[in-house]
């Protein structure tokens, strides 16, 4: 097949070459109108097309000479373009291209997980402009038009009297709803819909009064009124203008600048002259907490962009790229001008405001560009990249699992630095062991901070946690309550890390002794007091409480553990009168803004004690706070996952960096039942190195990365499939023998640690060998054997989340 995959015209296309971007995500064939000339079509141009009775959006991939159309059959022909102008570059499809080979996935299924969702739909209006008016016609209308009509539209459209009108605001979607308050609600129990609108946008965040009626109908116009008019909830008109609003105000107030110690101006001349030789590569930045990475990303990102070269700034979740905005905003505003476009972006932001970003850097116009964002922001079609920077790169969060596109964004971050040849900068304090494998093994220079800035890191202590059960056990062991206290008295303040969010994890019948469970995921209900719900912290599915226990009808429940909710609750009459009590963490954050509003009461000192998940173990800079409290700290060293030590040891040394970074010495109370444990002693003498030699040293004994190449197939299948089981078992048979015919090693199928998640029974194939290829080749294998029954297969490399 002979396609021509450039922009540049020729006579000889006939076909097209379209990758859909809705299900099944397919490459397919189509004629070229004939009624179209040409010339109106461009490889990367998103087109609507036929497939069977409906029509479907697609992007044109390549062209054809009709050559490849053997057959007895009729190519059905392309139905109308979607823009005048190519919306994809060729280096946007080839970081597509890579990302689908890699996970051996449909092109198609890869392009739609990377673009916006309003770039997948159908509603999107034809304009028309006829000698006696405007005509407006939808893609349908198009595709039944007659011959004649076609062609007098194609002419309008060749001679650009016509455009497309992209989907307009109706007025409930001009009007945003947001809560005002967070639960428990002042609500009458009876007012169903009220407490369910209050639910909806606890868990949606900022929304239309469109997407409000379409969940709950136009009945709901009332309870909606109610809750306006009682203050729960606040109507207001969508703003306009740019995502990146916040930094208007910011130039005016002058440029702080950046002071650097000895330390980081040797580490950033290394980078700068890495940078200036404009040929790219990759660097790891290791630096104790509190050591001034932040200061060399920023004068990199100042370099970059002084130079005419786009910058991407990305930290791991949404807080902590807030703070990198804020920073930016601060030490940076030169660079923030007008002359320099900037975006800040994430995944909770809404469809318009992705969409408006995504098409402003797809255009290209305004030279180089400062996006700060998330994983997801690596996806935009950002031109002429000189730096990206990877802050916190050993996190989990910078892996993408679940949805259309499965990718990591260190991997991608690789490709795009080699594409535009960037540098790409990892940093963190306790770097992903992989990384600091390659950098140690000279793949990639290493820069190291071994010092903090104006000030030296914490005293680290254990504290052995025997925690008593019952409606009188404190929630903390007694040294840490005494130095809360102390820290209380002294007017200094103090972190409480908790790893796990809600009242209780565990809700237990006293009548039958069982517990509540969800009945799609087969895993416990976790009580949140403040929104009176039992809830599941996989699905989302929640209910009511108190409710009837499922299995005896009974109402005796006990709580059983401690999540944030109940430590903040039980800490404040332990602590002296007057101590303020703040939690961060998804349940009290959720409400759009609440999060910047709790650290920033933080930050003034209006409150002495913040308990949180790890939500606030990362990034965040309090000079008062002296001491830092690691409640239940080895929750995770038992997990069935490899990497189980080597994550526990980052989250508490990340948290233990809170404490003394503003001159005053600072102290870590770490408690845990296992003080013997090995990755304590670490810890204590904040000794990354020593725990990575230890750690390696384990994991080459037992075959793990970095010393093999692991993967997982995803085998999974509806509840309610019965052959699933025997189906798994069977193709688990075939795989093993396929496994050693291509070098590999194959375990499994097993039950997944969450055998049941969603509605879907889960098993794993876990696959360790020497190259990424095979494994893909067993996958593709694998795919082959289920053929078209129940199971459902997906392949993960180089897998983070085991469970």
Known sequence: MDWNTKTSLYVEKTTARVALLTPPFSELTYALPEDLPERVFFVGQRLVVPLGKHLRVGVLRAFGTGAEARGNFTLKPVVWPLEKSPLLSPAYFELAGQIAGRHSDEFGRILAGMLPQGLRSLKSRFRFFLEDGVLELGAADLACASPDRRKELASLW????????????????????????????????????????????????????????????????????????????????????????????????????????????????????????????????????????????????????????????????????????????????????????????????????????????????????????????????????????????????FKQDEGLINYSAKEVAWFRAHQEKALLLLGSATPDLKSFHAAKGGAIPLHVLKERVGGSLPEVGLVRSVKASGPEAPPLAPESLEALAEVAERGEQAVILLNRRGYAPVMYCLDCGGTARCPHCDIALAYHKGRERLVCHYCGWSLVFPSPCPACGGLNFLPMGEGTEKLEEELAPLLPPGTGILRLDRDSAQRPGRMEEILAAFARKEAQILVGTQMLSKGHHFPDVTLAVIAEADQGLNLPDYRAAERTFQLILQASGRSGRGGKSGRVLIETRDPGHYCWDFVRRADYEGFFARETALRKLRRYPPFVRLGLIRISHALDYAQGGEEAAALGKRLRAEAGELGLTLLGPAPAPLHVLKGWVRRHCLIKGKDWQSMRDLYLFACRAAGKGGLKLRLDLDPLNML
């Not at 660097?283 to 786009?310: C, P, Q």
Request: proline fraction near 6%; aromatic fraction near 4%.
């Open 158 to 397: 060749v001679s650009g009297r016509a455009g497309v009108c992209r989907p307009g605001l109706s007025p409930l979607d001009a009007e945003l709803c947001v809560l005002t308050s967070d639960p428990p609600w002042p609500v009458r129990p009876a007012a169903k819909v009220q407490q369910a609108i209050l639910e909806f946008l606890l868990e949606k965040g900022e929304i239309s009064r469109r997407r409000i009626e379409k969940q709950f109908g136009q009945s709901v116009r009332v309870p909606l009124a109610v809750l306006a008019r009682r203050g729960l909830v606040r109507i207001s008109p969508a703003p306009e203008g740019k995502l990146e609003d916040a930094a208007e105000h910011c130039s005016a107030q002058g440029e702080k600048p950046l002071i650097l110690t000895g330390g980081q101006e040797r580490v950033l001349t290394g980078l700068l002259a890495t940078l200036e030789t404009g040929r790219g590569g990759a660097a790891l930045l290791f630096g104790v907490t509190g050591s001034g990475k932040t200061a060399i990303y920023l004068e990199l990102a100042r370099k970059t962009l002084e130079s005419g070269r786009s910058v991407l700034l990305l930290a791991p979740e949404v807080a902590l790229a807030m703070k990198l905005r804020d920073e930016a905003q601060v030490f940076l505003p030169s660079a923030l001008a007008p002359a320099h476009r900037r975006h800040f972006y994430h995944g909770y932001q809404g469809a318009a405001a992705k969409e408006r970003v995504f098409r402003s850097l797809a255009e290209g116009a305004g030279g180089p560009c400062l996006v700060i964002g998330t994983r997801s922001a690596l996806l935009l079609p950002l031109k002429n990249i000189g730096l990206i920077v990877l802050d916190e790169e050993h996190d989990a969060s």
